[in-house]
């Protein structure tokens, strides 16, 4: 069947999914149907109140991508001669020096991502903004391009444009269930009857839960009540008129918020609006909201909750205070109007992993809508989103975050810290301890300092290893940090890579993901998605990559060939699974002689490494098998026993030094952990976690698929080509490399150190080559081999290796140079680095 020939049917009408149905048509598709279970005027969910403050920025570059895209597609989009976006830019005010420094950071991120922004005083604040109070603002960054989207409006004139390319409109029509035929979608079901679809995308909002629920798929989202409140006029506005269809277009100061008091603010004509997320959480049951009736209008929809005025008391004294001329007025209407909430805060975007023709495009506000559309369409016509979907794609969390306790939780504090200053490496405070390894209890008693991520508990340093502080070589001892590096961060973590490099460190890895893929159509599956040949020998290890078709990276794994038709795959996400399912399922439903099964392994395994020039004397210590070069090369694996317990030995180390990753299954983790600490006191092994593995994989120039290269960047932009084999017949992505082989990379990951040797940066600062924004930082770290920062960095392919960049961390300026990668590198016994020790690298030299 044609592409274009696809029945598409689009459940909601709102902005999102008139956004989808348009860049649909815009793409050539005909045969588009929008069911909606409202009136098309005014479907009553989150786009018929939402109050269309677009602020751009964001901490993530997908998300600033998509807003942008959203405010140029509303500037476009007019009629009678006005657009439906109203650019009166926006502005962000500090009260207090934190919020200051925040503003500073999040300057950097509209830097990174291609969004004119200016730090301003007080008194520019004032002028942009006469209204505040002059006693309360310390300074702001303002933003020329951020302003009101007129949602209603732009849902209308996108109804209209789609309608008028050929696409059905069904309003006031529930989706009642979603039809399915061997495993995929064959139509919706709603009172009238059933419509035929090829593909469906739920664009349901808050009733996406409810939606996903028909055909079996977890949702996560939380429906929540926000408030909303309208003033009386506002004396000096009083007068002006007000169109509720343009509502926005006659707004001329900038959309305000106050992050300090949770608070933001906009024009409706003479009345201020203000919008609140100091409140307790307020969570909805979107199945409890019944169904919406034919009369709907701004007063009366399901989305709009009675409002609760004693939760708004503390917004209103604040208002007050940051802008007096509020004394003046009082509240004339309110309303909690319900929007919905993910764990995370992204949105949720992408194919189903258990029905074919299944999307999704749900907890998406006003200000990303278009940019979501965008990436939907093109994920339903090409294959692939040109802005990479990692932060928002359907199938990232892992499978207690999708419980409904674990959903409803998170998401509400996601609520609660909305505005908060958080720390990039801050954990979530709570739930915790969902996920630990067999090696926890040891770790505790080692006074290990746990991050969570993916719902694991992982040690980033142990307090056992502090007393070690005071033998480090002056060559390796850490810099003093800026409170805002020194947070979730210890100095023990240069003790910890010290002794991975000069004697042995035992780490966790058993929060990584293993797969099992299994059956006689394994090597089949494995040879058509990476880009490895994994027809080798059984105890081969591959480093590949999943590519697109494009040749993007969609992920980076370790495929590991245990028996003929059996392999381990090291990956990094959820998603990886999902994929590796799906291809799995299309192969056997295809082929059923080349049967194969994708089998998560990784709760019921533990995973321990050992790495450093003495592993070897620990690990002979500890077992009869042969560990040697000969009996265990570079790159291999093999079964083996270690003190008793049968195990799977793989020679790879992501710290660039000798060692293992040694595999059993978890009910042997605290024995193996007990006999392996045992045996290593002898060589000075200790305990070591995350932030000193962090720092050495950068020094050795391992790439951390998600951050450093993502579907947006190709193999010989990310310098992982060595991952690929192009004499391989074929795989996804390798057509796209060919052509890409032919041309120069326009940019490049590089390796980054900083000057001064002290100035740590965290990762999304900008870089500036002749004054000019042209990159960013993606992953950073104290470099302790080399005794200074380092960082990796996409850069424009013309600044080139020796060359001095700056990089912004909090609105100054830190020279950079940009450096030869990898920096260490023990194989060879050379070290790219200027600061050195010499007693180290003779140290180094005399291990190898």
């Known amino acids: 069947m044609s592409s274009y020939s696809q029945r598409v049917v689009i459940i909601g009408a709102g902005i999102v999914g008139a956004n989808v149905a348009d860049e649909l048509a815009q793409r050539g ?65 500090a009260t207090i020096p934190e919020r200051m420094e925040e503003l500073k950071r999040k300057h950097g991120y509209a830097s990174s991502w291609g969004v004119d922004a200016r730090l301003i005083s007080a008194e520019e604040c004032l002028q942009r903004y006469p209204l ?53 979608v064959t139509g919706v079901t709603t009172p009238s009857g059933s419509i035929p679809a090829d593909i469906i995308v739920s664009c349901a909002g808050f009733w996406g839960v409810e939606i996903g629920a028909m055909v079996g798929l977890e949702v996560p989202l939380l429906p929540l009540a926000h408030q909303y409140a309208k003033t009386t006029a506002v004396p000096s506005l009083k007068g002006r008129e007000i169109n509720n269809n343009i509502n926005g277009m006659n707004a001329t100061l900038p959309i305000l918020r106050h992050q300090d008091q949770d608070l933001y603010y906009r024009e409706h004509g003479d009345q201020y609006g203000i919008g609140y997320y100091g409140h307790r959480p307020m969570p909805v049951r979107a199945a409890d909201l019944g169904v919406t009736g034919k009369h709907v209008d701004e007063k009366n929809m399901p989305s709009r909750l009675n409002f609760t005025p004693k939760d708004f008391e503390t917004a209103w004294n604040e208002s007050q205070k940051l802008l007096p001329i509020l004394k003046e007025t009082h509240i004339a209407d309110g309303f909690n109007g319900v929007f919905s909430f993910t764990p995370d805060g992204g949105p949720l975007v992408g194919r189903a992993p258990n029905l074919e023709g299944f999307y999704v495009a749900e907890a998406v506000w006003v200000t990303h809508s278009a940019g979501v559309a965008r990436a939907v369409a093109e994920l339903l016509t090409t294959g692939r989103s040109e802005t990479d979907l990692a932060d928002c794609e359907l199938s990232r969390f892992e499978e207690i975050q999708l419980s409904k306790e674990y959903v409803s939780e998170t998401s509400q504090q996601n609520f609660v810290e909305i505005y908060d200053i958080i720390h ?139 028996a003929s038709d059996l392999y381990q795959i090291g990956a990094n996400t959820a998603v990886d699974f999902h994929y590796l399912s799906r291809e799995a399922l299309l192969q056997r439903t295809q082929s059923p002689s080349q049967y194969v099964q994708v089998r998560d392994i990784t709760g019921g395994t533990c995973c321990l490494g050992l790495w450093g020039p003495r592993a070897r004397d620990v690990m002979d210590s500890l077992s009869t098998d042969d560990f040697s070069n000969k009996g265990l090369p570079y790159f ?42 045992q045996a290593g006191k002898l060589h000075g092994i200790v305990a070591a976690g995350r932030a000193a593995l962090n720092s050495l994989r950068i ?7 998600g951050s450093d290269m993502t579907t947006e960047h190709n193999p010989f932009e990310a310098g992982v080509v060595s991952a690929v084999d192009m004499t391989k017949k074929d795989f996804v992505g390798k057509a796209a490399l060919q052509r890409l082989s032919q041309q120069g990379p326009t940019k490049r990951l590089r390796c980054l150190t900083i000057d001064d040797g002290r100035s740590v940066v965290l990762g999304k600062e900008p870089i500036f080559f002749e004054d000019q924004a042209v990159g960013y930082v993606t992953t950073a770290a104290f470099g302790f081999t080399v005794s200074k920062p380092v960082a990796f960095a996409w850069l424009p392919s013309r600044v080139t290796e020796g060359q001095s960049v700056e990089v912004e961390y909090f609105g100054r300026r830190i020279r950079a140079t940009v450096s030869s990668d990898p920096l260490f590198d023990a194989s060879n016994s050379q070290l790219l680095a200027e600061n050195f020790s010499a007693e180290l690298q003779a140290f180094i030299k005399s291990r190898l």
């Open 424 to 562: 990039p490496l801050a954990p979530k405070i709570s739930p915790r301890n969902l996920r630990i390894s067999p090696f926890n209890t040891r770790q505790r008693e080692l006074g290990a300092y746990f991050l969570e991520v993916g719902g694991w508990e992982r040690p980033f340093w142990y307090e056992a290893n502090k007393d070690l502080l005071q033998y480090l070589p002056s060559s390796w001892q850490p810099v003093e940090r800026d409170a805002w590096t020194s947070q979730h961060y210890s100095p023990i973590s240069a003790v910890e890579a010290w002794k991975t490099r000069k004697a042995v460190a035992a780490y966790d890895m058993t929060a990584f993901h293993r797969f099992e893929v299994s059956g006689p159509g394994a090597q089949d599956l494995l040879q058509r998605l990476t880009t490895s040949d994994v027809a080798k020998d059984s105890g081969n290890i591959m480093y590949s990559l999943l590519l697109d078709e494009q040749g993007g990276i969609k992920s980076d794994v370790f495929v590991s060939r245990i």
């Open 699 to 705: 020094e050795k120039g391992y790439r951390t698929y």
């Open 132 to 184: 505040l109070n002059p006693e309360s603002v310390i300074g702001g960054l303002y933003i020329p391009s951020d302003g009101l989207a007129l949602a209603a409006r732009a849902t209308q004139l996108l109804i209209e444009r789609t309608s008028a390319a050929g696409a059905k409109y069904i309003p006031s029509t529930p989706v009642t269930g979603i039809e399915r035929s061997g495993g995929r």
């Open 29 to 93: 598709w005909k045969d588009i149907t929008v069911v909606e279970q409202g009136p098309l005027h005014m479907p009553g969910g989150s786009t018929s109140h939402a109050p269309g403050l677009v602020f751009q920025t964001n901490p993530s570059k997908t998300m600033t991508s998509f807003a942008k895209y959203t405010v140029e597609k509303f500037l476009s989009l007019k009629k009678d001669g006005q657009s439906c976006f109203n650019q009166v830019g926006g502005l962000e005010v």
């Open 636 to 677: 291999h694996v093999k079964r083996v026993t270690v003190a008793g317990i049968p195990a799977l030995a793989f020679r790879k180390s992501y710290v660039g030094e000798l060692g293992w990753e040694i595999q059993i299954s978890a009910e042997y983790g605290q024995r193996l952990w007990d006999a392996v600490m």
